[in-house]
């Protein structure tokens, strides 16, 4: 792969942009029903939008399409069909809430509506700012999206924030409704459990919130029955206890594979859990019924530090992962587990994008960790952009979220952009593109939280930018995946 | 002659003033010392049955409202007024109910509390639905008010659907592995183990459904016990509640036992005898289980003499609750209260956050788990967590 020149990429990004914007323009104005971004016969129109042309993109294998800002940088994003449209809707949350695109043009999100920050406030609020929504999730069935609420969000703290999870009606994209804000003692993250019947709220770092045991030294997950929005309810027990060694600490996601187990990362590694079904649990002995507020452990634990610095937080703060169902190479179905691990600290020995194997983990040895004993899994490769075509030297640099395309992986690295890693041999993952927005004059730089492989397009939640849509124009390696998940990939 | 359903008006307001002005008096004030200047009235309306059956609940009802207003003057009123309580017999049926709101009405309530009965709260609410005026409903089921609709009607009590939510969570925090659902056939048990039946199914639990109408619970023990259920959840009457939990353990189950809000009764404990230890109930929250509630159950004693019930306590959180709307809205215009009491800020009741549904069922209900020990029942669990 070749980077293109600089300034060759720019003149042709502008041109691009100028060209494909000329859609996306047309949408502001009130044109004729054939435009492509007017959605007035399904339910309503589009409200203006900013797009910020990357002329200063550092990019290879990828081409710019749009960017659009909506409310404002976002750390997450998801999406739901709606049949009776016969499209997508994207839906992005970040600290100025909540905005909503129609995808009927998937290369053009069209605004079509918003929650504001200020319009999320609860009393007591200090300010109008969202925090943070990580790996936003949605129910696709009841058009529900999930704003999870953290502690530091309007103006609160780790011990004096209120922390949970908005629950806002998208059955009218165009008209989005909160239902109810319910407080919850977590709110990093939050995934939808079996079917978006419960919900797993997760993190942050530090306790010190009301509800929390003080031994612990991060929030773990905490369910919340929501079969019935009118009615949700959380559960005062917490799941996945005792996770870093035997301490309970931080849960930062939750990312269910497509068998349906909830895999809950964090400090201290990576654990799934059945949360349907009746399974054999490896820790009591015994073949009992999962539930997702009892789940039964399957596998997992987390991999030996690879950053030669040491951090004491962040060697073992698996940030999120990805168990890949299926076999790749010479692993077996299921064998593997991709992870990030965040450590946010100088980009030479910032957080890396780790492989794993999950074998030897299946008889509930992650759960009988403990520092003098430690259980580790095997790490099968580890890969960073540093020192890697179209990388920075300095900024923020560490591995964020992703999604997984057939082989290739698809993954938000802060100021390093968006990185297309081919996994097809899991002991040798390999940058195949990448797209970097470095600040110029009119230029917005780039902080990549989460990239979305969806429906032949890329989706960046950036925290500076808004969302990029971009195309990956390499070679896709394995076979494409029918489903993508974006954090719960339920059957 | 006590006449059950009639209609009269009880001046208590008077009595109320008396009685606040006598706190207040005891009280501080921000301006010179004395008792808070209150300069007008806000007039809240109590609907209760005042003979018959029920008036011994009735008055237990109007005695919580009248606490509440006593204590809100005693803190300098609402608005800077004094708050005052008439009260009204809503009886038990639809009639009573329609007459005791119109005359409220006629007193110019700024709101009401009350109802006990369900058809008298719910012909209530439909006659304030005209004017608009709020209803905190604090005794009555809510099921039926709720599908009735009225926008300015608000239960505080939980629906029989948030009893089954109530029986399935506490299920899960005992782990159950098989759970068998037990009704004596009666309409109003049948629906409430339907709805505990179809949430366990939907989470993937192995459950059993069985009705009962007869006598032979010997047998139905031995069924259950067979099945292999570690969790009998029974929804029928207290006394063959009581019955099947004694048939239960002489057969040699060993799991837990649990009986809906019908067993809160001694009928159940003297039935069961000492079977019945252990045995866990979904019920409403009472002054009796809440530790929440101690303090204020002794001034309740100090003034009326005697323990509170549940109706009392409802109708003391829901004259707060009105009082806490009203100052919200700065007004007592009956639109700017309503549009207040589903965001009610830092209001709590003895049972924790109170906050409304869109469709004005709690969101957060009064169902807790009782459980018996020593022979009497105890709290096992508020099942809240804000």
Redesign the interface.
Same mark, same amino acid.
Do not use: K, V
């Given at each position: 792969m070749k980077a293109k020149p600089l300034v060759a990429g720019a003149v042709a990004l502008a041109m691009a942009a100028a060209v494909q914007l000329g859609g996306a323009g047309a949408a502001f104005a009130a044109g004729p029903a054939s435009s492509p971004s007017d959605n007035s016969a399904h339910g309503g129109g589009v409200l203006d939008d900013v797009h910020n042309v990357p002329t200063t993109a550092v990019k290879g294998n990828v081409t710019f399409i749009d960017n659009v800002r909506g409310v404002s940088g976002y750390s997450a994003l998801n999406f739901i069909n709606y049949k009776k449209y016969g499209y997508d809707f994207m839906f992005a949350n970040g600290t100025g809430g909540l905005a909503v695109w129609s995808l009927k043009n998937p290369k053009h999100p069209a605004l079509v509506s918003k929650i504001t920050a200020a319009e999320l406030r609860l009393p007591g609020d200090t300010q109008d700012r969202f925090w943070e929504g990580e790996n936003m999730t949605v129910d696709p069935k009841r058009k529900l999206v999930f704003l999870t609420r953290d502690p530091r969000g309007f103006g609160g703290t780790v011990s004096t924030g209120q922390s949970g999870v908005y629950i806002v009606d998208v059955k009218n994209p165009w008209k989005p409704e909160v239902v109810t804000f319910h407080p919850i003692p977590a709110g990093h993250t939050a995934t939808c459990i079996n079917d978006c019947k419960y919900l797993w709220s997760v993190g942050p770092a530090n306790t010190g919130t009301p509800g929390q045991d003080p031994s612990w030294k991060g929030v773990p997950v905490r369910v919340t029955d929501i079969h019935d929005i009118k009615h949700p309810y959380t559960f005062d027990q917490a799941v996945d206890l005792g996770r870093h060694d035997g301490v309970t600490d931080y849960v930062h996601s939750v990312d269910v594979d497509k068998n349906g187990i909830a895999w809950a990362s964090g400090e201290g590694g990576v654990r799934g859990y059945w949360t349907q079904g009746r399974h054999y649990d490896p820790v009591l002995k015994r073949k009992r019924v999962a539930t997702a507020y009892d789940p039964v452990p399957y596998a997992g634990g987390t991999v030996v530090a690879t950053n030669p610095a040491g951090t004491e937080f962040f060697d073992f703060f698996d940030h999120n992962a990805y168990h890949n169902t299926e076999k790749v190479r010479g692993f077996d179905k299921g064998e593997l587990l991709y992870i990030t691990n965040e450590n946010i600290t100088t980009c030479s020995q910032a957080g890396e994008f780790k492989i794993a194997s999950l074998k030897g983990s299946y008889d509930g040895e992650g759960w009988r960790s403990t520092p003098e004993n430690p259980f580790r899994l095997d790490l099968i490769s580890h890969w960073s952009p540093w020192g890697k075509e179209g990388s920075a030297t300095t900024g923020s640099c560490s591995a964020h979220w992703f999604t997984v395309n057939g082989n290739i992986v698809a993954q938000g690295w802060y100021g390093q952009g968006t990185r297309f890693i081919d996994v097809s041999d899991p002991r040798n993952p390999t940058q195949v593109g990448y797209f970097r927005v470095p600040a110029g004059e009119g230029v917005t730089g780039g902080s990549a939280s989460a990239v979305y492989w969806h429906n032949g397009l890329v989706y960046v939640a950036d925290y500076n930018r808004g969302v990029d849509v971009l195309r990956f124009d390499g070679k896709l390696a394995g076979k494409p995946d029918d489903k993508i998940c974006w954090n719960s990939c339920d059957k | 002659m006590r006449r059950r359903g009639a209609v009269r008006s009880v001046a208590l307001g008077a009595a109320a003033l008396v009685v606040s002005g006598l706190l207040g008096a005891c009280s501080g004030s921000d301006e010179g010392g004395g008792a808070p200047k209150l300069r007008g009235e806000i007039t809240f309306g109590v609907l209760a049955p005042l003979a018959g059956d029920l008036a011994e609940r009735g008055q237990d009802l109007v005695d919580g409202a009248q606490l509440a207003a006593a204590e809100l003057n005693d803190q300098g009123g609402v608005l800077g007024r004094q708050v005052k309580v008439v009260v009204e017999d809503g009886g038990c049926t639809s009639a009573t109910g329609e007459q005791g709101a119109t005359g409220l009405a006629a007193k110019k309530v700024v709101g009401m509390v009350g109802g006990l009965c369900e058809d008298a709260a719910v012909a209530a609410a439909k006659a304030m639905a005209a004017t608009g005026t709020p209803f905190l409903v604090s005794s009555a089921r809510a099921d039926r008010l709720i599908e009735a609709g009225v926008s300015s009607a608000f239960p505080m009590e939980a629906t029989v659907y948030?009893e089954a939510?109530a029986a399935v969570?506490w299920m $899960? /925090?005992r782990?159950a592995?098989q759970v068998a659902v037990l009704d004596d056939g009666s309409p109003a048990a049948q629906r409430l183990s339907g709805l505990v039946t179809d949430?366990l199914k $939907?989470?993937?639990?192995?459950v059993s459904r069985q009705s009962t109408d007869g006598p032979d619970l010997a047998k139905l023990a031995g069924t259950v016990t067979a099945s292999k259920a570690d969790f009998v959840y029974w929804t029928g009457a207290a006394e063959p509640g009581g019955r099947l939990v004694s048939a239960l353990r002489q057969a040699g189950y060993t799991g837990n036992f649990m009986a809906s809000s019908e067993s809160d009764s001694p009928k159940f404990l003297q039935a069961a005898g000492e079977a019945a230890e252990d045995a866990f109930l979904t019920t409403a929250a009472g002054p009796k289980l809440l530790p929440t509630a101690a303090d204020w159950t002794a001034r309740f004693k100090d003034r009326y003499r005697r323990d509170p019930g549940r109706d009392a306590m409802q109708a003391y959180d829901a004259l707060r609750a009105l009082a806490q709307a009203v100052r919200q809205a700065g007004d007592t215009a009956p639109s700017k209260v309503v549009e207040n009491i589903p965001r009610l800020?830092?209001f709590t009741t003895f049972t924790g956050v109170l906050?409304f $549904? $869109? @469709?004005h069922?709690?969101? /957060?209900?009064n169902y807790v788990i009782a459980q018996v020990k020593g022979g009497t029942f105890t709290l096992a669990?508020k099942?809240r967590? @804000?």
């Open positions: - | 948030q939510l969570h $899960a /925090y782990s592995q949430r $939907a989470d993937g639990l192995p800020e830092d906050r $549904a $869109a @469709d069922s709690l969101t /957060y209900d669990s099942l967590t @804000d």
